[in-house]
């Protein structure tokens, strides 16, 4: 997720240099990335809701900063999360 939006520097270079490495738990590759859609971006942000339950009040709070307005977890409030947040998908180049 780009907590800064569309206009994050890290995002702006991903986008302009498409040469992005990704180190997971010691794991490391060059990666290729694409957006998620709508969809597929509402349903990662639902799932990880679900998984970490005991994290919900400070995942809502850190959202509700950054977007500034308060996220309550909603179906109608996710999809206006990931309109103004961008969630991508990374996988090892081939």
């Known amino acids: 997720m780009s907590g800064f939006g569309r206009n994050s520097d890290w995002l702006r270079n991903i986008e ?36 970490n339950r ?11 900063r950054l977007l500034g307005w308060a996220y309550s977890g909603s179906d109608d409030d996710r999809r206006r999360l990931v309109r103004e947040l961008p969630l991508l998908a990374f996988r090892p180049r081939s």
């Open 54 to 64: 005991c994290m919900i009040p400070i995942v809502r709070s850190v959202l509700t």
């Open 16 to 51: 302009t240099i498409g040469n992005e490495e990704v180190t997971i738990a010691g794991e490391h590759f060059r990666a290729a990335h694409r957006f998620l859609d709508e969809d597929e971006a509402v349903a990662v942000v639902k799932n990880y809701e679900h998984a």
